[in-house]
C-alpha cells in the first residue's frame, strides 16, 4: 500500500494534513494536524513512529510525501 500525506491550509495557527491511502483506492482521510497525522500513520499504514513523524515532516517541508508501508 502507497500512503501520501499533503500539506493543507492552517487551521487556527496549524498547517492540517490529509492521509491518501492505495487500498482502498483513494481514500482521502483528515484534515490531521500534525500529532494527529503521525498517530494515524502509525495505526492505519503500520509505520514505524519515527517513519511516519518523517513523512508528516516530509509533508511539511515540500507540500506532500508519499510512501510505501507493510499494510
Known amino acids: 500500500m ?4 499533503t500539506k493543507g491550509r492552517k ?3 496549524e498547517h492540517r494534513y490529509t492521509l ?3 487500498a482502498p483506492p483513494d481514500r ?5 494536524d500534525f500529532a494527529e497525522a503521525g498517530k494515524e500513520l ?3 499504514a ?3 513512529r519515527m517513519d511516519a513523524r518523517n513523512l508528516v ?3 511539511f517541508a515540500n507540500g ?6 507493510g499494510s
Request: glycine content about 6%; aromatic content about 16%.
Open 20 to 22: 491518501t491511502f492505495s
Open 11 to 13: 487551521y487556527k495557527g
Open 28 to 32: 482521502t482521510f483528515g484534515p490531521y
Open 64 to 69: 506532500s510525501a508519499t510512501a510505501e508501508c
Open 2 to 5: 502507497i500512503v501520501t500525506v
Open 57 to 59: 515532516l516530509d509533508a
Open 42 to 44: 502509525y495505526v492505519a
Open 46 to 48: 503500520l509505520l514505524p
